[in-house]
């Protein structure tokens, strides 16, 4: 998450803490910047639609299995879509289409390499470029990430929401989890789709049906290799959000015996694999991780960090949309409203959601 590595607990908290009161007078000016920001008419647009997959919030909400799942449903409508992202946490600015035979974390992001196995992906700076270098690549660009950055013109963008957490503390950062105030953003949403049960999230999803903004739900479920079934594990993860990855290994039914929480996009170091390999090894547990911190395990030479990369099982994660014919319905309608009042070019791909 940009800036910060976890997400701090009182964040989630319904009521402000101290903290987060002491720190509004910040907030209120980071959100107002990110608001007037939102408003800033596109630098750019290319002929492709461009579906926006975003949040809310600073964090996680499962954009990138949010993602890889649209990108299965629409190849099955006859669509090509290609993947753009900034490729956070990667030192390459772009814009490059992604080789995962070439292309390691450190270039590209951990996100980039998970969606470079499944279509063409492209890692860009400057979205607008990038949007042009994808859509050679592609019919449809899917955009992970980028709700608030308004270079690049958006067709359509879902904003996705975790059922259990909603925005939070309901403050703008650093104060809470907003990126600015929920009133703010929510008229740039095309829609809002909740992940998971909750009722923060519920909360969230009324206050989108009072704009008229459709709604979808989704869910995300993990599942351990089955091999590992009832295995002792020490699951370790750097993401923004660690204990929602330890509570699916339980759900997916690992004896987890302990956890190893990391910031998001964790770098691990030669002292952190031979850390976590000699735990494994004394309490007799298979090392699992998410498929982002195995990628960025993937392509590194240092003798315990090449060590880890083998030893680690992946604990996959899938996203399963509630009424996918209906989302794909919504995409069509959305698509050949924008080209209706659009100089953009976007009637030959509008015509293979009629299929």
């Known amino acids: 998450m940009s800036g910060l590595r976890q997400a701090p607990a009182f964040w ?8 987060a009161r ?12 990110t608001a007037r920001r939102m408003t800033r008419a596109p630098k750019g647009r290319i002929d ?29 409508k006859g669509r090509k879509p290609a ?10 600015r772009g814009p490059l289409l992604v080789d995962p035979a070439r292309h390691t974390a450190q270039d590209v992001g951990d996100e980039a390499l998970l969606l470079a196995d499944r279509a063409p992906t492209v890692v860009a700076r400057d979205r607008v470029a990038g949007a042009r270098l994808a859509d050679g690549h592609g019919d449809i660009v899917l955009m992970d990430d980028g709700f608030q950055n308004p270079d690049l013109e958006k067709t359509v963008s879902l904003v996705l929401v975790d059922g259990e957490t909603g925005i939070g503390n309901d403050l703008s950062l ?22 998971g049960e909750g009722p923060a999230g519920e909360r969230v999803l009324a206050e989108a049906g009072n704009l008229g903004l459709p709604v979808f739900r989704a869910a995300i479920a ?9 295995a002792r ?88 949309l509630e009424d996918p014919e209906a989302l794909v319905a919504f995409l069509g309608e959305a698509i ?15 015509a293979k959601f009629d299929d």
């Not at 809470?176 to 992940?195: D, E, M, N, Y």
């Open 233 to 320: 594990a020490l699951v370790f993860a750097g993401i923004g959000r660690p204990e929602k990855v330890f509570r699916s290994a339980r759900a997916a039914g690992l004896e987890v015996v302990a956890t190893r929480g990391f910031g998001d996009h964790h770098r691990y170091s030669e002292a952190d694999a031979e850390a976590l390999l000699a735990e494994a090894e004394a309490l007799g547990a298979q090392l699992v991780t998410t498929g982002k911190d195995r990628a960025r395990l993937a392509g590194i030479t240092a003798p315990a960090l090449a060590t880890l990369a083998t030893r680690a099982r992946v604990l996959e994660v899938e996203m399963r």
């Open 222 to 230: 993990a599942r351990a290799p089955a091999d590992l079934a009832g």
């Open 83 to 92: 993947f753009l992202l900034r490729g956070y946490g990667g030192n390459a």
């Open 174 to 195: 650093p104060s809470g989890p907003l990126r600015a105030p929920l009133s703010r953003q929510l008229p740039f949403a095309s829609a809002v789709i909740r992940i």
């Open 22 to 33: 002491l720190l509004q007078p910040v907030s209120a000016i980071y959100g107002a910047i």
């Open 12 to 19: 989630w908290r319904e009521r402000p803490s101290a903290l």
């Open 48 to 76: 492709a639609p461009v579906i926006c997959i975003g949040n809310f919030v600073a964090g996680g909400t499962g954009k990138t299995p949010f993602a890889l799942a649209l990108a299965d449903l629409l190849a099955q």
């Open 336 to 350: 050949r409203a924008k080209s209706a009042t659009s100089d953009t070019n976007l009637a030959k791909s509008d």
